[in-house]
């Protein structure tokens, strides 16, 4: 019997992780042109269950899923206005799943992956331009 209970909940959870993944990028694919703070709420929170479900639990996100430095280097050379509009949606993401490394064991820093995107968005911090809000939103780690 638990062995069964196990592969239920093991397909349960590919199943929860999958339709994660698929949300994240229907939201990251949205049109970004009109503020949506609902849509950017949204993401954030999925954030912070995408890195609860797997960086807390010692699992890694797969660049094939999920490529968060991808994603802030995309959002970063946008266009001009554009770019401050991805970024408002992608920072806080990156940062909400970011978080739950400092609950894992695997993947607290100096862990190299972790290491690089914060890096990354340090670099970002240090954009003269970038807004407020994502600057704290940064400070925060």
């Excluded at 709420?41 to 490529?67: C, E, F, Q, T, Y």
């Amino acid at each position: 019997k638990q062995w069964y209970q196990r592969r239920v909940h093991g397909r349960l959870y590919d199943e929860v992780i999958k339709e994660t993944y698929k949300n994240i990028g229907i939201l990251l694919r949205a049109d970004k042109s009109m503020a949506n703070f609902s849509d950017r709420s949204l993401l954030k929170n999925l954030g912070h269950w995408l890195g609860l479900m797997l960086l807390a639990r010692n699992k890694p996100i797969l660049m094939v899923d999920l490529d968060m430095k991808h994603l802030i280097i995309e959002a970063y050379h946008g266009g001009q206005q554009e770019k401050q509009q991805e970024l408002l949606y992608v920072v806080p993401f990156v940062a909400k799943v970011l978080e739950s490394a400092a609950k894992s064991k695997v993947f607290k820093p100096p862990c190299p992956w972790t290491s690089g995107l914060m890096n990354i968005l340090a670099e970002l911090h240090a954009e003269p331009d970038l807004k407020l809000n994502l600057k704290f939103e940064i400070e925060v780690l």
